[in-house]
């Protein structure tokens, strides 16, 4: 079975900083990650996906996510934060090639002050 | 691309009420998932579809739920006989099958509240 370990429930930082939301999982074999962004009260949006290829991951919203294997972490960046990206952020894992049932971590709400 | 739909998105019903929800896949996807999304956690998944076959059950999914997905397009959350434990967001997300690894698209959910 995979897990999902988010760290940090919340993270406060100010506008135009920036920030990285940790992901780390477990897994015994081969998988692809995912980080989805949940706004209130509504479902969740893909930010981007690592499947395999280069280990540095560009998405939406100016977000990036490097995939370490040995330190089995996805780690989320922006190197610059707006108002607007203020939501909870999901990291996922999937093992390859078994439905793509997703397991998500308990999330980090990333709350973006002026 | 309408996106993922589902109905209702609020729910409010009394214990021991049967509720039944309902998800409208994009069109093109014929892998169907169900997960529950309780306060304060990630989504927990349920059960998924491959067109109308239900290939896989989550243990969560107690003899009280049951889904349906009849020919292979909308498919059916019921609870029976709900319980406090029942209130959630309750999610569907689809995805494309047969190339590689779909990403799963999400809908907006529908909350469960039992008073």
């Known amino acids: 079975a995979q897990s999902v370990t988010q760290l940090d429930s919340q993270v406060p930082v100010f506008e135009e900083a920036p920030v990285e939301l940790r992901c780390n999982y477990s897994?015994?074999?081969?998988?692809?990650l995912f980080w989805y962004v949940q706004y209130p009260n509504q479902g969740l949006q893909l930010l981007l996906k690592?499947?395999?290829?280069?280990?540095l991951v560009k998405g939406i919203n100016g977000f990036e996510a490097e995939f370490n294997k040995s330190q089995t972490s996805f780690h989320l960046r922006k190197p610059s934060v707006h108002i607007s990206d203020t939501a909870e952020y999901f990291c996922?894992?999937?093992?390859?090639?078994?439905?793509?049932?997703?397991?998500f971590g308990t999330g980090t709400q990333l709350k973006v002050e002026l | 691309d309408t996106g993922v739909s589902q109905n209702p998105r609020h729910k409010i019903t009394k214990r021991g009420q049967n509720v039944t929800f309902r998800c409208d896949p994009i069109?093109?996807?014929?892998?169907l998932y169900w997960y529950r999304q309780t306060l304060g956690q990630g989504p927990e998944f349920l059960t998924y579809?491959?067109?109308?076959?239900?290939?896989?059950k989550s243990r969560l999914l107690s003899d009280r739920f049951s889904a349906e997905r009849p020919k292979g397009s909308f498919s059916t959350l019921e609870i029976q006989r709900t319980e406090q434990g029942d209130s959630a967001m309750y999610l569907c997300?689809?995805?494309?099958?047969?190339?590689?690894?779909?990403?799963?698209?999400f809908g907006d959910g529908t909350r469960l509240s039992i008073l």
């Open positions: 997300a689809s995805s494309p099958s047969g190339q590689g690894v779909g990403p799963q698209h």
């Open positions: 897994s015994s074999v081969s998988v692809y």
């Open positions: 690592y499947l395999s290829g280069s280990t």
């Open positions: 996922a894992v999937t093992k390859t090639g078994g439905g793509n049932k997703l397991t």
């Open positions: 069109s093109e996807h014929n892998r």
């Open positions: 579809f491959q067109n109308e076959a239900q290939l896989e």
